[in-house]
C-alpha cells in the first residue's frame, strides 16, 4: 500500500521573515517574498551550508503565504528520505511548496525520479517551488539528468555568511525578538566564547535567558563569565 501524503506540518511559529536577521541576504530575501506571492519567479533555489538559515527561510516562505491566503507546504526531506516518495503525491496542489534538505534524497534514483515528476507537475499548474540545499546542483551526484535540467529552471541564490560584526548584530536582534535586550559587549563575548553556528547561538540565548531571569541579574559579561565558568 502506497504511502499517503502527511497533510500537516509544524509551523515553528519564530521562523518568520521577521524573526530573520537578514545582513547581506536582503535581495534574496525580497525575492523570496515576490515568489511566495506569485510576483516573481516561479521557482527558487537557495543553497548554503548548514545553519545558516535555510530552513527558517523556507519556514517563513509558509509563514506568508498563508498570511495572504495562499495554501502552503514545507517539506523536510531530511526527516521524509527513509520513505517511499509516493509521499509526494498530492504535493503540487499546494500554491507554495518548500522542499528542505534536498540533499538528503540524492543518489536516490526512485526518490529523484519522483521530485522531477513532482516538479513538472508543480511548475505545469503554474504554483511557486522553493528549494534548499547545502551545494549547487551541478555539483551533487544526481542521478536523473532531467532532475538537474529542472533544479535550474528558477533562479538560484547563495546565502551569504555573516561576518563577525554582522552576527553580533543578529544576537542583538534576535535577542530583542525574543523580548530582551544584550549589548554589543555581551554579544561579542558570546561570539567569542560560543563559536557555532547561528541556530546554536540561538538556542544559548534561550538559555541565558532563563539563567538571568532566575538569577534576577541583567546579562552583562561578568554574569556571563560567572555563568560559564570563564576566568575573570
Same mark, same amino acid.
Given at each position: 500500500m502506497s504511502e499517503q501524503f502527511p497533510l500537516h506540518f509544524e509551523f515553528r511559529a519564530n521562523q518568520t521573515f521577521d524573526d530573520f536577521f537578514a545582513g547581506a541576504n536582503e535581495p534574496i530575501i525580497e525575492?523570496? =517574498?515576490r515568489c511566495v506571492l506569485g510576483n516573481g519567479e516561479q521557482q527558487i533555489f537557495v543553497w548554503g551550508k548548514s545553519g545558516q538559515g =535555510? +530552513?527558517?527561510l523556507l519556514q517563513a516562505c509558509c509563514h506568508s503565504a498563508q498570511q495572504h491566503q495562499? *495554501? +502552503? @507546504?514545507?517539506?523536510?526531506?531530511?526527516r521524509y528520505s527513509r520513505h517511499q516518495p509516493a509521499i509526494l503525491m498530492g504535493l503540487d496542489d499546494y500554491d507554495v511548496v518548500c522542499v528542505d534538505n534536498m540533499d538528503w534524497i540524492i543518489g536516490q534514483e526512485n526518490w529523484e525520479l519522483a521530485l522531477c515528476e513532482f516538479m513538472q507537475? #508543480? @511548475? /505545469?499548474c503554474g504554483h511557486q517551488l522553493i528549494i534548499s540545499a547545502t551545494g549547487l546542483p551541478n555539483y551533487m551526484t544526481i542521478k536523473t539528468p532531467d532532475l538537474k535540467t529542472h533544479l535550474s529552471w528558477g533562479l538560484t541564490f547563495q546565502l551569504k555568511t555573516l561576518?563577525?560584526? #554582522?552576527s553580533i548584530d543578529a544576537l542583538i536582534f534576535k535577542a530583542d525578538a525574543m523580548g530582551f535586550e544584550i549589548s554589543p559587549q555581551v554579544g561579542r563575548f558570546l561570539m567569542i566564547q #560560543? *563559536? &557555532? /553556528?547561528?541556530e546554536g547561538l540561538w538556542h544559548l540565548l534561550e538559555k541565558i535567558d532563563r539563567a538571568s531571569l532566575a538569577a534576577k541579574r541583567k546579562? &552583562?559579561?561578568? @554574569?556571563l563569565k560567572r555563568l560559564f565558568n570563564v576566568d575573570v
Open positions: 525575492d523570496l =517574498k =535555510k +530552513s527558517h495562499r *495554501q +502552503s @507546504f514545507y517539506f523536510d526531506l531530511a507537475r #508543480h @511548475f /505545469e561576518v563577525n560584526t #554582522h #560560543h *563559536q &557555532t /553556528e547561528l546579562l &552583562t559579561v561578568p @554574569f
